[in-house]
């Protein structure tokens, strides 16, 4: 599975916050039963504007990963949740929602095959 949500609208003090977003990252695997490998990576960068600064951190999983890419300026963030395993999508966005403070979200789930398609 792998689930790609937009959110818009957050607490510009909660997705500017880099502790809240590895607690996030930290804290996030246990809340929809994956399996947390390694430890969260953060990184603040400053754009050329405003608009273009964001924070950006991932976390490793037994099955996959967590990545998530902040915009502050633009009051969005995205996230990235693949899965070889099933989720509850739901779980993960009222998660998301309510640790950023989110007024609208958007998201997009892909169902992956077992096996790869050859070519």
Do not use: W
């Amino acid at each position: 599975m792998h689930l790609i949500i937009e959110g818009y609208g957050g607490d510009i003090n909660k997705i500017r916050d880099t502790e809240l977003i590895y607690n996030f990252l930290d804290n996030c695997p246990d809340q929809i039963n994956m399996t947390k490998v390694s430890t969260p990576q953060v990184s603040a960068y400053e754009g050329d504007t405003s608009d273009e600064t964001g924070v950006s951190g991932f976390v490793l999983l037994a099955e996959s990963h967590i990545s998530i890419h902040i915009l502050p300026g633009q009051s969005s963030l995205n996230i990235d949740l693949f899965s070889c395993k099933e989720f509850k999508p739901e779980d993960a966005i009222k998660v998301l929602k309510e640790r950023f403070g989110l007024s609208d979200i958007r998201s997009y789930l892909l169902n992956r095959p077992e096996s790869g398609i050859e070519v």
